[in-house]
């Protein structure tokens, strides 16, 4: 048979598993492969649940996995167009995810960076400023983050607000982050208005920013900084333009709330994706048609 299909993309996805609660790995895998991007992940940590309102969850540190894996991946020679990381176990877990990116980038490898460590104005349990300096430096060596508005304020030094953010506010946090970004600041959770959120992206290169908005429903809908974060990075390994990127990986995220509130999902288990997935793959053919 004639080979027609450009190379399969592959990302390596660093996050925990959690066993139950559809964040991390449990979303990053069906949400890189849906966009049509191969998904090889290291495993950071493996819980029972994640750790936002569960209490007594079970935890096991998978850091001293994470070099020997990488190590053997590139003994193997396996390249990564993507390496894509997001919640953490530990500060000291930074500095060996930053070895696992140095034995595993090849000069085009796109690094994203997830510094999922807080939200609502708290660290998540068991972290402290620690964390936040650790994503500091790791967000500096990153071509993406995807802070949400409580992270971004962490990295950047400025205050916390709860909404409403008026514009002045999300310029102050991206300029506080510039000196710890690549490419794209991609900042979640931004109500500009009552009633609404969504994600503003400033892309340093070209000094431009650009935003995605939604109706904003009500309560605390766990898991989708992830889903918002692996759709993204899928979509730009693959060859998306920023803008396309952010709307596909917003719709997404947009159509996994509405399901979720209108179908009453306990909040603590994790939004229903699984059903926006089908409109996904099809915005995600449309961006790609002939690709
Ligand atoms: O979704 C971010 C996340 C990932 N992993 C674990 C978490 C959280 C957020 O609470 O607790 C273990």
Redo the contacts with the bound molecule.
């Keep these: 048979m004639e080979n027609k299909l450009p190379k399969l993309k592959r990302i390596v996805a660093v ?2 598993v ?1 066993g139950f609660g559809k ?2 790995l449990t979303v990053a895998l069906p949400v890189v492969s849906a966009t049509g991007v191969e998904c090889a992940c290291i495993p950071t ?1 493996l ?1 029972s649940t ?3 309102e569960f209490t007594g969850w079970t935890r096991c540190d998978l850091t001293d996995q994470m070099l020997p894996i990488a190590r053997h991946w590139a003994s193997c020679g396996i390249e990564f167009d993507g390496i894509y990381s ?2 953490l176990a530990s500060p000291e877990q930074a500095l060996v995810l930053e070895e696992v990116i140095g034995t595993l980038a090849g000069p085009d490898t796109l690094v994203i960076c997830d510094p ?1 460590m807080a ?1 609502n104005g708290v660290y ?2 068991g972290f402290d400023r620690a964390m936040a300096g650790a994503f500091r430096r790791l967000c500096a060596r990153a071509d993406v983050i995807t802070p949400n508005v409580t992270e971004a304020a962490l990295l950047s030094g400025v205050d916390y607000r709860p909404a409403p953010h008026p514009r002045d506010y999300i310029e102050r946090l991206f300029d506080g982050l510039d000196r710890h970004a690549g490419r794209y600041i991609a900042i979640t959770g931004v109500h500009p208005a009552e009633g609404v959120i969504g994600t503003v992206v400033r892309d340093r290169a070209l000094g431009v920013e650009r935003s995605a908005m939604s109706r904003a429903l009500p309560g605390m809908f ?2 989708t ?2 889903i918002f974060a692996s759709a993204l990075a899928a979509l730009l390994v693959r060859g998306a333009d920023i803008g396309g990127a952010l709307e596909a990986a917003s719709a997404l995220v947009r159509m996994s709330i509405e399901r979720t509130y209108v179908r009453n999902t306990p909040r603590p288990y994790g939004v229903d994706f699984e059903g926006a997935l089908p409109d996904y793959v099809r915005r995600v053919q449309e961006l790609f048609a002939g690709g």
Excluded: I, N, P, R
Aim: hydrophobic fraction near 15%; proline fraction near 0%; include cysteine.
């Design positions: 996050h925990d959690s964040c991390s940590a819980l994640h750790t936002g997001g919640y999922a939200d998540y349990s766990y898991g900084g992830d």
